[in-house]
C-alpha cells in the first residue's frame, strides 16, 4: 500500500473536492443555458400560443390559448434570479392574457398551471423586485386578481352533490352539456394547494371549502383497504377503474394530502396521508417498485411502473423514509442507465417498455425526488444522477429550437411537442439540484419588512412575512411562501366571516340549474357566472388536532403512530362504463391478463431491473 504523506492527503483531499465543485458549477451553468434555449425559443417561435414545437419551429395551441407556457414559466425567472426579464413577462401576461373566452379546459390542469403559476408569480414579485410592489401586496395585485379570476371559472365544476368536480369546464359557460361524469383521481384531489392559499389572499372561502369537500368525498370512498382507484363517477362517487396505484390519475392526489397538511399546519390532512401510505406500502410495493393492485383486493392488477411513480420518494423524504426513497430512486436510475430516459410505462413482467408507452415527455419527477434526496443526506451520488439526465437531455433532445418530447425511449425518435412543466418543473429542478445555497431552502425568518399582529385567541400572534418559513412546491413546482399564510385572512377569519349553511348548496343549485350551470355549448344566455366571494359550499367542521407550525416533527415520527380508522367500508355497487358515455379502456382488460401471470412470476425476480436484465 502506498501511504502520502499527511499534507499531501489534504491536498488530495482538496484538489478533488474543489474539481468536483467546478464540475457542479458548469452543470449548473449548463442548465440555466438549457431554459434561456427553450424559454428564448418559445417566446421567439410560439408566443402568445400555450406550447413550443421544437422541430418546426412553430407554437401550438394546447391547453387553452392563454400563453400557458409564459405563465407557467414565470416564476421559473425568479428561481434563477432572471428579475429583469420576470418584470417583462410579467408586462406581457397583465397586457394579453384574457380568461373570458369559449374554450374548454382540464379543470386539473388549468389549476396546476395557471392557478398555480399565477399565485406564485404574484407572491414572489417582492422577491423579483418589483417596484412599486402593488398596493395591499400580497393581498391584492394583478396577478392576484387573475387567479382569482380563472379559478373562478373552474368553480362551476365543483357545484355537484357529492362535491366531486367534472373533468372539464368552458371558461364562459360552464359544464358542457357532453361532459362526461368521469373522473380521474389526481383530478379531484389536485387543489387545496392552489385554492387554499387564494382563499386566504382574498378571503374567499369558496375556493377552500371547494377544494375540501373534493378531499374530503374522495377519502370517503376509499375501500376498506384503504385504497383509492383512478377514475370515479362524480354523481354516485362510484369507482369506474378500480385499479389502485401511484402513477398517473393518482399520484397528485396522495402529494396534496401530505403537502397540503405541511402548508396550511392541518393534521387532519396528514392523518388521511398517513393512513393511505400504510395501505400502498403493504399492498403496493415490491423491491420498492409500486405496482398497480385491485383497490377492493389488494391483488395484482398492472405489474407496470410509470415515470410518474418517480415523484414518490420525494414524499417519503418528507415523512422520514430515506431508505426506501433511495431504492426507488435507483431503481428508476436503473432505467436511466439503460435508456436514457425513464418510460412512460415499463413492465416488470417482461422486463421491457411497454409497448405504445415509450415515450417520454420530457418530465421532472427524477430530477424533482433528487432534490429532494440530495438537501437530505448531501451526498453528492444523486447530483451525478442528475448530470446523466441532463447530459441525456442535451444529446437527445436538443433541437434548434427547443427540447423535444422523445417519442421512444428506445430509439430516441422525437415529437415535435415541448410541454410547458419542461420550463416550469425539470429545468427549476436541475437548477436547485446544483444549487448549494438558494433563498428557497431557507426556512427561517429572511423578510426585512415583517408584520406582526394578534392573531386569532388560540394562535396568539400572526406573523407576516411573505419571503420567509420555506415554500412549499405544487405539484407543478410553483413554490408557495408559507410566510404569506397569515398576511392577508387565516382560516379562523375565512370561518368567522363565512355565513354558509349545510343547504345552501342544494338550494343554490336548484334555483340556478335551469340556465347555463350545465350548459350547451351553443347557450342562448351568458348571464350566469359564478362570482368568487359568493359562497357555495358547506363549511367543514374545524378539526380537533392543534397542529405546530413547522411539522417535521410529526410528520417524521413513526409511519404507524397514528391510529388507524375503524371504518370498515363495502364496496358500492358496480356501475356499467356504458352509462356514462365513457369509452371502456381496452388495454386494462388485456393487462389484467398479465396481472395473473405476474402472481405466478413473484417468486422469478421480476421486480429486479438491472442494466444487465434489460
Given at each position: 500500500?502506498?501511504?502520502?504523506?499527511?499534507?499531501?492527503?489534504?491536498?488530495?483531499?482538496?484538489?478533488?473536492?474543489?474539481?468536483?465543485?467546478?464540475?457542479?458549477?458548469?452543470?449548473?451553468?449548463?442548465?440555466?443555458?438549457?431554459?434561456?434555449?427553450?424559454?428564448?425559443?418559445?417566446?421567439?417561435?410560439?408566443?402568445?400560443?400555450?406550447?413550443?414545437?421544437?422541430?418546426?419551429?412553430?407554437?401550438?395551441?394546447?391547453?387553452?390559448?392563454?400563453?400557458?407556457?409564459?405563465?407557467?414559466?414565470?416564476?421559473?425567472?425568479?428561481?434563477?434570479?432572471?428579475?429583469?426579464?420576470?418584470?417583462?413577462?410579467?408586462?406581457?401576461?397583465?397586457?394579453?392574457?384574457?380568461?373570458?373566452?369559449?374554450?374548454?379546459?382540464?379543470?386539473?390542469?388549468?389549476?396546476?398551471?395557471?392557478?398555480?403559476?399565477?399565485?406564485?408569480?404574484?407572491?414572489?414579485?417582492?422577491?423579483?423586485?418589483?417596484?412599486?410592489?402593488?398596493?395591499?401586496?400580497?393581498?391584492?395585485?394583478?396577478?392576484?386578481?387573475?387567479?382569482?379570476?380563472?379559478?373562478?371559472?373552474?368553480?362551476?365544476?365543483?357545484?355537484?352533490?357529492?362535491?366531486?368536480?367534472?373533468?372539464?369546464?368552458?371558461?364562459?359557460?360552464?359544464?358542457?352539456?357532453?361532459?362526461?361524469?368521469?373522473?380521474?383521481?389526481?383530478?379531484?384531489?389536485?387543489?387545496?394547494?392552489?385554492?387554499?392559499?387564494?382563499?386566504?389572499?382574498?378571503?374567499?372561502?369558496?375556493?377552500?371549502?371547494?377544494?375540501?369537500?373534493?378531499?374530503?368525498?374522495?377519502?370517503?370512498?376509499?375501500?376498506?383497504?384503504?385504497?383509492v382507484g383512478n377514475h370515479i363517477e362524480i354523481t354516485?362517487?362510484?369507482?369506474?377503474?378500480?385499479?389502485?396505484?401511484?402513477?398517473?390519475?393518482?399520484?397528485?392526489?396522495?402529494?396534496?394530502?401530505?403537502?397540503?397538511?405541511?402548508?396550511?399546519?392541518?393534521?387532519?390532512?396528514?392523518?388521511?396521508?398517513?393512513?393511505?401510505?400504510?395501505?400502498?406500502?403493504?399492498?403496493?410495493?415490491?423491491?420498492?417498485?409500486?405496482?398497480?393492485?385491485?383497490?377492493?383486493?389488494?391483488?395484482?392488477?398492472?405489474?407496470?411502473?410509470?415515470?410518474?411513480?418517480?415523484?414518490?420518494?420525494?414524499?417519503?423524504?418528507?415523512?422520514?423514509?430515506?431508505?426506501?426513497?433511495?431504492?426507488?430512486?435507483?431503481?428508476?436510475?436503473?432505467?436511466?442507465?439503460?435508456?436514457?430516459?425513464?418510460?412512460?410505462?415499463?413492465?416488470?413482467?417482461?422486463?421491457?417498455?411497454?409497448?405504445?408507452?415509450?415515450?417520454?415527455?420530457?418530465?421532472?419527477?427524477?430530477?424533482?425526488?433528487?432534490?429532494?434526496?440530495?438537501?437530505?443526506?448531501?451526498?453528492?451520488?444523486?447530483?451525478?444522477?442528475?448530470?446523466?439526465?441532463?447530459?441525456?437531455?442535451?444529446?437527445?433532445?436538443?433541437?434548434?429550437?427547443?427540447?423535444?418530447?422523445?417519442?421512444?425511449?428506445?430509439?430516441?425518435?422525437?415529437?415535435?411537442?415541448?410541454?410547458?412543466?419542461?420550463?416550469?418543473?425539470?429545468?427549476?429542478?436541475?437548477?436547485?439540484?446544483?444549487?448549494?445555497?438558494?433563498?428557497?431552502?431557507?426556512?427561517?425568518?429572511?423578510?426585512?419588512?415583517?408584520?406582526?399582529?394578534?392573531?386569532?385567541?388560540?394562535?396568539?400572534?400572526?406573523?407576516?412575512?411573505?419571503?420567509?418559513?420555506?415554500?412549499?412546491?405544487?405539484?407543478?413546482?410553483?413554490?408557495?411562501?408559507?410566510g404569506a399564510l397569515d398576511c392577508c385572512f387565516n382560516?379562523?377569519?375565512?370561518?368567522?366571516?363565512?355565513?354558509?349553511?349545510?343547504?345552501?348548496?342544494?338550494?343554490?343549485?336548484?334555483?340556478?340549474?335551469?340556465?347555463?350551470?350545465?350548459?350547451?355549448?351553443?347557450?342562448?344566455?351568458?348571464?350566469?357566472?359564478?362570482?368568487?366571494?359568493?359562497?357555495?359550499?358547506?363549511?367543514?367542521?374545524?378539526?380537533?388536532?392543534?397542529?405546530?407550525?413547522?411539522?417535521?416533527?410529526?410528520?417524521?415520527?413513526?409511519?404507524?403512530?397514528?391510529?388507524?380508522?375503524?371504518?370498515?367500508?363495502?364496496?358500492?355497487?358496480?356501475?356499467?362504463?356504458?352509462?356514462?358515455?365513457?369509452?371502456?379502456?381496452?388495454?386494462?382488460?388485456?393487462?389484467?391478463?398479465?396481472?395473473?401471470?405476474?402472481?405466478?412470476?413473484?417468486?422469478?425476480?421480476?421486480?429486479?431491473?438491472?442494466?444487465?436484465?434489460?
Amino acid at each position: 500500500m502506498v501511504r502520502f504523506p499527511l499534507f499531501l492527503h489534504s491536498f488530495l483531499v482538496f484538489v478533488v473536492s474543489h474539481s468536483s465543485q467546478d464540475e457542479d458549477l458548469q452543470y449548473k451553468k449548463k442548465v440555466i443555458e438549457m431554459f434561456d434555449h427553450g424559454y428564448n425559443s418559445y417566446m421567439t417561435y410560439a408566443y402568445p400560443k400555450d406550447e413550443l414545437k421544437p422541430l418546426s419551429c412553430d407554437g401550438a395551441t394546447t391547453w387553452g390559448n392563454y400563453s400557458l407556457t409564459l405563465i407557467d414559466s414565470l416564476d421559473t425567472l425568479v428561481i434563477m434570479g432572471k428579475y429583469d426579464e420576470f418584470k417583462k413577462s410579467y408586462q406581457k401576461v397583465l397586457d394579453n392574457v384574457r380568461f373570458d373566452i369559449n374554450k374548454n379546459v382540464s379543470v386539473f390542469e388549468t389549476n396546476i398551471r395557471v392557478v398555480g403559476g399565477l399565485l406564485s408569480a404574484h407572491l414572489l414579485m417582492d422577491r423579483a423586485g418589483v417596484s412599486p410592489l402593488p398596493e395591499g401586496w400580497p393581498c391584492s395585485g394583478p396577478l392576484l386578481d387573475l387567479a382569482a379570476d380563472i379559478a373562478s371559472r373552474l368553480l362551476p365544476a365543483f357545484a355537484t352533490e357529492t362535491g366531486l368536480p367534472y373533468g372539464a369546464i368552458n371558461l364562459l359557460y360552464g359544464v358542457p352539456a357532453c361532459e362526461t361524469t368521469v373522473t380521474g383521481t389526481a383530478s379531484i384531489g389536485t387543489f387545496i394547494l392552489e385554492f387554499g392559499m387564494l382563499s386566504r389572499l382574498t378571503g374567499d372561502p369558496t375556493y377552500e371549502h371547494a377544494a375540501r369537500r373534493a378531499l374530503s368525498a374522495l377519502y370517503d370512498a376509499r375501500s376498506s383497504l384503504n385504497l383509492v382507484g383512478n377514475h370515479i363517477e362524480i354523481t354516485m362517487a362510484d369507482w369506474v377503474y378500480k385499479e389502485a396505484g401511484i402513477g398517473g390519475n393518482v399520484d397528485s392526489y396522495y402529494e396534496y394530502l401530505l403537502k397540503g397538511g405541511l402548508l396550511f399546519n392541518d393534521y387532519s390532512l396528514i392523518e388521511q396521508f398517513k393512513t393511505l401510505y400504510k395501505a400502498v406500502i403493504k399492498y403496493m410495493q415490491h423491491e420498492f417498485w409500486y405496482i398497480w393492485v385491485n383497490m377492493y383486493t389488494g391483488l395484482p392488477a398492472i405489474p407496470s411502473v410509470s415515470t410518474l411513480d418517480a415523484f414518490w420518494p420525494s414524499l417519503q423524504i418528507l415523512i422520514g423514509d430515506i431508505k426506501s426513497a433511495s431504492k426507488t430512486l435507483m431503481n428508476f436510475y436503473s432505467l436511466i442507465t439503460h435508456y436514457g430516459f425513464t418510460p412512460e410505462l415499463f413492465s416488470l413482467l417482461r422486463g421491457q417498455v411497454q409497448q405504445r408507452s415509450e415515450v417520454y415527455p420530457l418530465r421532472p419527477e427524477f430530477v424533482e425526488s433528487l432534490v429532494y434526496m440530495y438537501r437530505a443526506t448531501g451526498d453528492k451520488m444523486w447530483r451525478t444522477m442528475g448530470k446523466q439526465v441532463i447530459d441525456s437531455l442535451e444529446l437527445s433532445a436538443r433541437t434548434a429550437c427547443g427540447y423535444a418530447t422523445i417519442s421512444n425511449v428506445v430509439t430516441h425518435q422525437l415529437e415535435d411537442k415541448m410541454e410547458s412543466f419542461f420550463l416550469s418543473e425539470t429545468t427549476k429542478y436541475l437548477y436547485l439540484l446544483f444549487s448549494d445555497e438558494h433563498w428557497v431552502f431557507n426556512k427561517g425568518l429572511s423578510d426585512e419588512n415583517v408584520t406582526v399582529t394578534e392573531g386569532h385567541d388560540r394562535d396568539g400572534y400572526q406573523i407576516c412575512a411573505p419571503n420567509s418559513f420555506g415554500y412549499v412546491f405544487t405539484t407543478e413546482a410553483h413554490p408557495l411562501p408559507r410566510g404569506a399564510l397569515d398576511c392577508c385572512f387565516n382560516y379562523h377569519d375565512i370561518k368567522k366571516s363565512s355565513f354558509l349553511q349545510e343547504n345552501v348548496y342544494k338550494k343554490y343549485v336548484e334555483r340556478r340549474k335551469k340556465k347555463t350551470l350545465f350548459s350547451t355549448d351553443e347557450p342562448t344566455s351568458r348571464s350566469f357566472m359564478y362570482i368568487p366571494s359568493l359562497p357555495l359550499f358547506p363549511v367543514l367542521r374545524e378539526t380537533s388536532y392543534t397542529v405546530n407550525h413547522f411539522l417535521v416533527n410529526i410528520v417524521r415520527s413513526h409511519p404507524y403512530s397514528f391510529p388507524r380508522s375503524t371504518m370498515e367500508r363495502q364496496p358500492k355497487r358496480q356501475t356499467d362504463n356504458a352509462e356514462f358515455n365513457c369509452p371502456i379502456r381496452k388495454w386494462y382488460s388485456y393487462l389484467e391478463v398479465n396481472g395473473m401471470e405476474f402472481v405466478k412470476a413473484r417468486g422469478k425476480r421480476a421486480f429486479r431491473v438491472m442494466n444487465n436484465d434489460i
